[in-house]
């Protein structure tokens, strides 16, 4: 059993940063943990995934080049490094794990992943 913690979200104006966490309790070594986010509305959408064992990341091409996703393996810990927000990034930001897994990648269902994290909001004001 794996339980997520999100936090670091928060508001800030058009072209700052934040720095999202994710804290997870329980072995996550060969877990695919990936970062969501879902604005009022909207469907879930994936932003960043990070196969832990190997550090390999993906992104959604959308968020290439602005997002960094990150982990570390003593602290149990994802990070979404956010640069030059834009209004439309506000939203609420999950994080989710499975595994043990063999691989990871972009574009993978939200249905998918087996533990979720309650989210972080991050309101983005122009």
């Known amino acids: 059993q794996v339980q997520l913690v999100e936090s670091g979200g928060g508001s800030v104006q058009a072209g700052g940063s934040l720095r999202l966490s994710c804290a997870a309790s329980?072995?996550?070594?060969?877990?695919?943990m990936s970062w969501f986010r879902q604005a009022p509305g909207k469907e879930r959408e994936g932003v960043a995934a990070i196969y832990i064992a190997t550090g390999t990341t993906y992104y959604a091409d959308s968020m290439k080049g602005r997002f960094t996703i990150s982990r570390d393996n003593a602290k149990n810990t994802v990070y979404l490094q956010m640069n030059t927000l834009k209004s439309e990034d506000t939203a609420m930001y999950y994080c989710?794990?499975?595994?043990?897994?063999?691989?990871?990648?972009?574009?993978?269902?939200?249905?998918?992943?087996?533990?979720w994290g309650q989210g972080t909001q991050v309101t983005v004001s122009s």
């Open positions: 989710a794990a499975r595994g043990p897994v063999a691989w990871c990648t972009r574009d993978i269902a939200t249905t998918w992943f087996r533990y």
């Open positions: 329980g072995s996550t070594y060969s877990s695919c």
